[in-house]
């Protein structure tokens, strides 16, 4: 990752990718994942995930931490809050189930104006997106990317670190 920044300029390379890689090594099996890629074994018929994908979802509570340690990142547009909804203006001042980093559950909080600012982590499954951007939170390249119409970059919150197991 850190050679594709220090070279996009010099080859005009935009854009990003997700990686896996599956080595057999001394009769151990090595997988190494950063992205939204699946690596499967069948034996006997029966899948065996040998990866996960990392999604805004499965990595909620690093993004928002991180979130939470750089408020800047998220250009005063957005909140690393997460609600069961979108927060409407009519809502200050009432309670809302609420989700921060540090939670597995959800709690109860009073609505304020701060929370009326775009989710960080939007929509569900497939459809989840870091800033209403990318679907993805690991991979390689993209540090050009942008949240639509403004100078937010999402870099910051996608990691080039792969599981490897």
């Known amino acids: ?4 920044e220090r070279e996009r300029t010099v080859y005009n ?7 896996l ?16 890629s699946r690596a499967i074994i069948i034996r006997n018929g029966e899948v065996i995930p040998m990866s996960s994908e990392f999604t805004p979802e499965t990595e909620r509570q690093r993004l928002q931490y991180l979130a939470y340690m750089q408020p ?36 109860y909080k009073t609505i304020e104006e701060d929370d009326l600012k775009f989710p960080l982590i939007y929509g569900e499954g497939k459809k ?4 209403a ?10 540090h050009d990317l ?6 937010i970059y999402i870099k910051p919150f996608l990691s080039s670190s792969p599981e490897v197991k």
């Not at 990752?1 to 594709?4: H, R, V």
């Not at 989840?128 to 800033?131: C, E, K, S, Y």
């Not at 942008?146 to 100078?151: A, E, F, G, L, W």
């Open 1 to 4: 990752d850190l050679q594709i």
């Open 13 to 19: 390379i935009s854009g990003g990718c997700t990686a």
């Open 21 to 36: 890689v599956v080595v057999y090594l001394l009769g151990k099996l090595y997988v190494a994942n950063a992205g939204d």
């Open 72 to 107: 800047h990142l998220l250009g005063n547009e957005f909140t690393h809050l997460e609600f069961p909804r979108r927060v409407q203006r009519k809502e200050v001042g009432k309670r809302m189930l609420y989700r921060d980093f540090n939670m597995t559950g959800w709690a």
């Open 128 to 131: 989840a997106r870091v800033m």
């Open 133 to 142: 951007t990318i679907g993805v939170t690991r991979g390689l390249g993209d």
């Open 146 to 151: 942008k949240v639509h119409d403004s100078n």
